[in-house]
């Protein structure tokens, strides 16, 4: 039975693509504010269902018992495209915007928050990886939502400018509230952002191996936070499960307490 206190409530979806049976009794739930991982191998349909919850409906392929999404403002960060490519990086961001807030201070503000205002008149086909990236991700911000699905954000930018601006949005995402579905095979990135993550795996079809829940410091994170602890530790369980074939139906992370001498 759907519960209408979440954003998204899908359960037993499955994926299916031609006569391959890609994702099997896939479920899963995400109340406001809520950051959720979601990773397993490449190819396995992970994008699908992320593109399915942004667009508010199954996509090809994609059935399921309930799929329910109760909020309507979605900022989509695709692995690639999402812009429109007539427009300027700034007409793209006005595009995107409600219209209370297409203002030209207001786009000055995500352009700088984003460190994009050198390319602001710049077309998305003349844009670097890196560039393309944030372009993105400020298009997604634009929208104001309350749930970001997120595919592989800002793997193209530098490494110190990607944990300046990860940094900042996990900020922004704490004043509003917003809920996150990232999908990513960053482990850092997953630890630095999300509650919880959700692993896929297993001989096919995938189903969810594990989940593993974060109870580390709280949001926003910094940085230098991934050194924490219950961090290491949750990197360590987590790597383990991805590559040494461990199928676990649950997993948690013990506690700081738990880890203190």
């Not at 809520?34 to 699908?48: D, M, N, Y």
């Not at 427009?87 to 595009?95: G, P």
């Not at 926003?220 to 936070?225: E, F, K, S, T, V």
Request: charged share 20%; net charge neutral; with cysteine.
């Amino acid at each position: 039975m759907a519960h209408i206190g979440y954003l998204v409530d899908i359960e037993l979806a499955t994926l299916r693509l031609a006569d391959r049976l890609l994702i099997k009794d896939f479920t899963l739930q995400i109340e406001q504010g809520s950051r959720i991982g979601l990773t397993g191998p490449s190819g396995c349909g992970k994008t699908t269902l992320l593109r399915s919850i942004a667009s508010r409906r199954p996509t090809l392929g994609v059935t399921a018992r309930n799929f329910r999404i109760t909020n309507d403002r979605i900022g989509y960060i695709p692995q690639r495209s999402g812009m429109l490519p007539w427009y300027s990086v700034e007409r793209n961001l006005l595009a995107f915007a409600p219209e209370e807030s297409r203002k030209s201070e207001w786009c000055d503000e995500v352009l700088d928050f984003m460190e994009l205002t050198h390319v602001r008149s710049t077309f998305p086909g003349q844009l670097s990886g890196g560039e393309l990236q944030r372009s993105r991700l400020a298009c997604a911000i634009a929208t104001q939502p309350i749930l970001y699905c997120a595919d592989e954000p800002l793997t193209e930018v530098g490494l110190q400018q990607k944990w300046r601006l990860l940094e900042r949005w996990s900020v922004k995402m704490n004043e509003c509230a917003t809920g996150l579905l990232l999908v990513s095979h960053d482990i850092d990135t997953l630890l630095y952002l999300c509650d919880k993550v959700v692993v896929l795996g297993g001989p096919e079809p995938t189903q969810m191996i594990t989940q593993v829940h974060l109870p580390g410091p709280p949001h926003p994170r910094r940085p230098q936070d991934l050194n924490n602890n219950t961090l290491v530790a949750a990197r360590r369980s987590r790597t383990s499960v991805l590559y040494s074939g461990e199928t676990l139906e649950y997993q948690q992370i013990p506690t700081q307490a738990d880890l203190s001498p």
